[in-house]
């Protein structure tokens, strides 16, 4: 019912910036919230940042909060991520995602669809 696919991962030296990019389609009413997600090798997956369909709700795990910013543009169906003064510790697969409810929810099972993922590498 809903497709999405990340964009814009790399490689950046540490204190760089990047910006995802995720396209979405599918029912709107199945997107309500989107999120970004990360998982590094050998740990599990974590919660990064949500926002609401409105966009006037966000919310950041500790660790990127101050530098990494989410922003939605229902009009394009995306999703997007400001990621900046990167550091080797923000080195992850970055997964898209997406709920029909409107709690902006920081647990994996808690979403219903996922990206492929994209690579994200911060060197030093």
């Known amino acids: 019912q809903v497709q999405l696919v990340e964009s814009g991962g790399g490689l950046v030296q540490a204190g760089g910036s990047l910006r995802l990019s995720c396209a979405a389609s599918?029912?709107?009413?199945?997107?309500?919230?989107m999120a970004w997600f990360r998982q590094a090798p050998g740990k599990e997956r974590e919660f990064v940042a949500a926002?609401?369909?409105?966009?006037?709700?966000?919310k950041y795990a500790d660790s990127v909060k101050g530098r990494f910013t989410i922003s939605r543009d229902n009009a394009k169906n995306a999703l997007y991520l400001q990621m900046n003064s990167l550091n080797p510790d923000d080195t992850a697969i970055y997964y898209c995602?997406?709920?029909?409810?409107?709690?902006?929810?920081?647990?994996?099972?808690?979403?219903?669809?996922w990206g492929q993922g994209t690579q994200v590498t911060v060197s030093s």
């Open positions: 599918g029912r709107s009413s199945s997107r309500q919230v």
């Open positions: 926002v609401n369909w409105s966009g006037d709700r966000t």
């Open positions: 995602t997406a709920r029909a409810g409107y709690a902006l929810e920081i647990w994996p099972s808690q979403y219903d669809y």
